[in-house]
């Protein structure tokens, strides 16, 4: 397998293996590393690299306060899992709205439903 080799996706996947405790740490920090995390993974056109990277921004975003931001990066990592069949990445932030989005002021101002439900879990 290409990237278990690759040492520019093991520091990928390193950065996005960082624990919960310090990607909130220190937010704005977290959110420079996973941008260029991002910018890391799709120049060598990784994709595991990119949805993971998504799944970051959403959640150093949501801690922010940055709802609609948040909202979007998880769109853009469910999409991105879909299209590598990880369904199981797809549940679990599907999982994770349902917990963050529960209390109705957390709720992007924007969020389309229609959106979410858009997103086939049987169509990768």
Same mark, same amino acid.
């Given at each position: 397998?290409?990237?278990?080799?690759?040492?520019?996706? +093991?520091?990928?996947?390193?950065?996005?293996?960082?624990?919960?405790?310090?990607?909130?740490?220190?937010?704005?920090? +977290?959110?420079?590393?996973?941008?260029?995390?991002?910018?890391? +993974?799709?120049?060598?056109?990784?994709?595991?690299?990119?949805?993971?990277?998504?799944?970051? @921004?959403? @959640?150093?975003?949501?801690?922010?306060?940055?709802?609609?931001? +948040?909202?979007?990066?998880?769109?853009?990592?469910?999409?991105?899992?879909?299209?590598?069949?990880?369904?199981?990445?797809?549940?679990?932030?599907?999982?994770?709205?349902?917990?963050?989005?529960?209390?109705?002021?957390? @709720?992007?101002?924007?969020?389309?439903?229609?959106?979410?439900?858009?997103?086939? @879990?049987?169509?990768?």
């Amino acid at each position: 397998f290409f990237y278990a080799q690759n040492p520019v996706a +093991s520091e990928i996947d390193s950065i996005n293996n960082i624990p919960f405790n310090k990607k909130i740490e220190n937010l704005l920090e +977290s959110e420079k590393i996973y941008k260029r995390n991002l910018a890391d +993974s799709k120049t060598i056109n990784y994709d595991y690299g990119i949805a993971e990277s998504y799944e970051n @921004l959403a @959640l150093v975003y949501y801690y922010q306060g940055e709802y609609e931001q +948040s909202h979007k990066y998880n769109v853009l990592a469910i999409k991105s899992f879909q299209t590598q069949n990880k369904l199981n990445k797809v549940a679990k932030i599907y999982g994770d709205l349902k917990a963050f989005l529960m209390p109705r002021e957390c @709720l992007p101002k924007n969020l389309n439903l229609q959106e979410m439900q858009q997103i086939n @879990l049987n169509n990768p």
